[in-house]
């Protein structure tokens, strides 16, 4: 026998092959991915919760968000119109709401 054949009784499979290295690399993209997704479902409940309270503890209502909902104190309001008729295209008429007007109207 020759130093090869002795050696390739040993190991005989010495050869690579690339469908073996793509199913470890799919085995391995599945763990992390499984590991990511139930990192995910269990940290965003915890997280959430602890976001809430700090809104509590500025004097704000709880469970209201404040940026995005608001209101705005009583103001007079009026009312702008512009019609083909008046005489100018930059004609303005500004009708208050207790009915009272100014401007081109």
């Known amino acids: 026998m020759s130093i090869e054949g002795d050696w390739d009784a040993i190991r005989p499979d010495r050869t690579f092959r690339a469908a073996d290295a793509g199913m470890g690399i799919l085995r391995i993209a599945l763990l992390f991915g499984s590991a990511a997704v139930a990192l995910a479902l269990i ?17 704000l209502a709880r469970g209201l968000d404040m940026t995005s909902t608001g ?9 702008l119109r512009r019609s083909v008729l008046q005489p100018l295209p930059s004609s303005i008429c500004v009708i208050r709401n ?8």
Do not use: M
């Open 43 to 59: 940290a965003t409940p915890f997280l959430d919760s602890q976001t809430r309270p700090q809104s509590a503890r500025n004097g």
């Open 71 to 79: 209101s705005i104190g009583h103001r007079n309001t009026y009312t």
């Open 98 to 105: 207790d009915g009272s007007r100014y401007g081109d109207c």
